[in-house]
């Protein structure tokens, strides 16, 4: 009788451990499909954050490459593009020196300074890209001098270049945006074609609005 009571005893806690395995394996897995789900939702809105910072940039290098544009056409005898991007910080063709761009920004989706340069085939850079070669999340609600970036293969091709300018760039087709008005409103929310402080963390001072939510 006594050893019935103890098999019995020994069967029934074999079976709370098999039950107490099964569940630790099921929360086991359960907690990583969650964390997987969490993670894929961070990277996405990440990468959202990111292409906002790239609309942002790219068009503050665009409206660097218009002011220096029109300060060569205001009459100085140098060529009408830079041949660098460094020159839109001390633009040095005039009597005075002009600053059109307040810093090289890096590239937000590379963490790089290096930049894919459109010029034209008797040099000047005309605009600027992006290296990275990830697909972008962003499909629609761009400015109409961006529209063609909704059909972007990559990142490559959310091309930024001055409009109208008659671009190349080595490797890549650099079609060239809508035609649109030189010195017209910038269309992320300035005025005017001096370019703004960076809201983003990279350069801005604290407290400004993101001009993309």
Known sequence: MELSTRSGSVMGGSK????????????????GVMLGAVGEVWQTTSQREKERELLFIGDQFR??????????QAGTTASRYP????????????????RHLRKIFYDPMTNSFEWGLIEQENGGITGVYSLATAQPIKRAGFPQEYSKFEKA?????????????AAKTAGRDASSPDKTKEGAANPFGQSS???????FSQSAPTGKANPFE
């Open 63 to 72: 409206l660097a490459i218009t002011s220096y544009h029109d300060a060569a």
């Open 193 to 199: 074609a001096k370019p703004v402080d960076n809201p």
């Open 83 to 98: 041949e660098k991007l460094e020159q839109l910080l001390e633009d040095k063709r005039g009597p005075k020196s002009l």
């Open 16 to 31: 709370v451990q098999g039950y107490i395995y099964i569940w630790t394996l099921f929360a086991t897995m359960l907690a």
């Open 153 to 165: 293969k990559d990142y490559q091709d959310w091309q930024f270049v001055h409009a109208g300018a």
